[in-house]
């Protein structure tokens, strides 16, 4: 590897930290979405999400629907347009402070806006520097990290991670689990503690 930037010093840990869900409320946004698109569907409270992708659940309801559903976050403007999760800015630059972090994020197969909307989501939330600092991978075990802050209840890949799975909070990813778990951003000194312990 090659020297360790002057930012950099001292830093010993990769720490990885997903997108949709973590950082950009993309629940929040969808849910406006199909509010707009189909205001005679009554809309799944949060805590009835019990299937990882929106569209998939949706659809479960009102399978007629199935290609509107699939097709609201593929749209201009959806990515771009997520509102930020509340602490999620604040917890950020707490783990910067300490660690290397990079935003680990997986794109949609119908890439064309998701992934310019990604890096500018970033640019217009966090800030230009953030956006050297985005992974984009389909397989999340490729990429070294200490730990990976993630929504989605399993990560499966070609490797053994070399991160542990911190679960970030959501009612679709309850089911009993070993694995650390931080409800939210407010969370984010005992997230410190636990990296820390690794």
Known sequence: MGAMSEKGAGKSKV??????????????GYQKEVALKHPDIELI??????????????????????????????????????????GAKEALTVLDKKYHVFLCTAPKRAYHNCVKEKYQWVEHNLGFEFTKRIVLTKDKTIVQGVVLIDDKPELKGCFLPTWKHVVFDQPYNRKPSEKFRISNWTEVNKLVEYIDSL
């Open 15 to 28: 720490v990885l930290v997903d997108m949709d869900g973590v950082l950009a409320d993309f629940e929040l």
């Open 45 to 86: 409270p949060l805590e009835k999400r019990t299937i990882f992708n929106s569209d998939v659940q949706y659809a479960s309801l009102h399978p007629h629907l199935e290609d509107d559903f699939a097709k609201i976050s593929e749209q201009p403007g959806f990515f771009l347009n997520l509102p930020i999760v509340e």
